[in-house]
């Protein structure tokens, strides 16, 4: 086996510039936990590091049996907000947040794969998801083929809103509109850089006004 281990996440989710753009991201399959509340609380922390241990499982018994090494691929988090009285003048409680986090998989992992690598990280001995109960959640599914609106936001988490309505602007004049849910490509690691140096990719999926 040649050549360097390569990112199954698609491109079209990386190459983002500070103006936005329409472009399609070609469907994809993935490894998921959904939870609940703000991505301070220790859930998301929970689920994030649950994420990493399985892919990276896939990846090295990958290395055992011969098939392709692929390199582990970039977390996104989907974010969107449920309940009653949403307010429509600012982001709502964080308590009413939803999420999905995910990272991209090879286009021929298996479901078989996922759950060897969940009964590796789990039942191992002093290993970081030992008995993880989040661990045993997550799964592989399949994303379709999406078209989708992004723009690369640079600084803190904090500031998106102002890059949100770079977007919107952007959608009023081609005719078009975003779901209420949007995803984050996080390029940065945020305990590792500022925040004003922080890279992240906004997404949104987007469709003809009615």
């Not at 009285?85 to 996922?114: F, N």
């Not at 390029?187 to 004003?196: F, H, K, Q, V, Y």
Request: proline fraction near 8%; avoid cysteine.
């Amino acid at each position: 086996m040649t050549g360097k281990p390569v990112s199954p996440t698609p491109v079209e989710l990386l190459k983002a510039k500070k103006t936005p753009d329409l472009v399609i991201v070609p469907a994809r399959r993935a490894i998921t936990l959904r939870g609940a509340g703000s991505p301070d609380a220790p859930d998301f922390v929970e689920a994030v590091g649950a994420l990493y241990g399985v892919a990276y499982a896939m990846r090295f018994a990958r290395k055992k049996t011969g098939l392709p090494v692929f390199k582990v691929g970039t977390l996104e988090g989907e974010w969107w907000a449920e309940g009653q009285d949403l307010p429509t003048d600012r982001i709502p409680d964080r308590d009413s947040w939803r999420w999905e986090v995910r990272i991209a998989m090879p286009d021929d992992a298996t479901g078989g794969e996922v759950a060897d690598a969940i009964e590796a990280v789990t039942t191992k001995k002093k290993g970081k998801l030992f008995g993880s109960e989040v661990a045993r959640s997550v799964t592989l599914v399949e994303l379709p083929e999406t078209r989708i609106a992004r723009l690369l936001h640079l600084g803190p988490y904090s500031e998106e809103p102002a890059s949100f309505d770079r977007i919107d602007a952007m959608l009023e004049e081609e005719g078009l509109r975003r779901e209420h849910r949007h995803t984050e490509i996080y390029l940065s690691d945020p305990s590792r850089t500022a925040p004003e140096k922080l890279k992240t990719v906004l997404v949104v999926s987007v469709e003809a006004k009615g």
